[in-house]
Nanobody, 120 residues
Framework: QVQLVESGGGLVQPGGSLRLSCVVS????????MGWYRQAPGKQRELVAG???????HYEDYVKVRFTISRDNAKNTIYLQMNSLKPDETAVYYC??????????????WGQGTQVTVSS
């Protein structure tokens, strides 16, 4: 049974930082490339960054340099360090397998997400 529990969101001023965490239960953590997604109001959910089982990482152009994704295998946890946040990055942030995008992982399950609000 997969369970994804995101935390670490909050209200931050433009230019500020937040560190998100996602505790992952189930075999998805060790067997799947994982990633952080976000969904802003009125917009589709989009991938932000991914990390493969070999720890190689991928970042979308709009977060490169500013965001860092990492994983702690001992804690079954995925992290997203976000720096220099912008107001248009206000969204609910979720973690899940990046295999959802390629079709290699099939699931309708999403965690509750964590709200990030960037505002002065």
């Amino acid at each position: 049974q997969v369970q994804l529990v995101e935390s670490g969101g909050g209200l931050v001023q433009p230019g500020g930082s937040l560190r998100l965490s996602c505790v992952v239960s189930g075999s998805i953590f060790s067997g799947e490339p994982m990633g952080w997604y976000r969904q802003a109001p009125g917009k589709q959910r989009e991938l932000v960054a991914g990390i493969a089982t070999d720890d190689s990482t991928h970042y979308e152009d709009y977060v490169k340099v500013r965001f860092t994704i990492s994983r702690d295998n001992a804690k079954n946890t995925i992290y997203l360090q976000m720096n220099s946040l912008k107001p248009d990055e206000t969204a609910v942030y979720y973690c899940n397998s990046t295999g959802l995008l390629s079709g290699s992982y099939d699931s309708d399950y999403w965690g509750q997400g964590t709200q990030v609000t960037v505002s002065s």
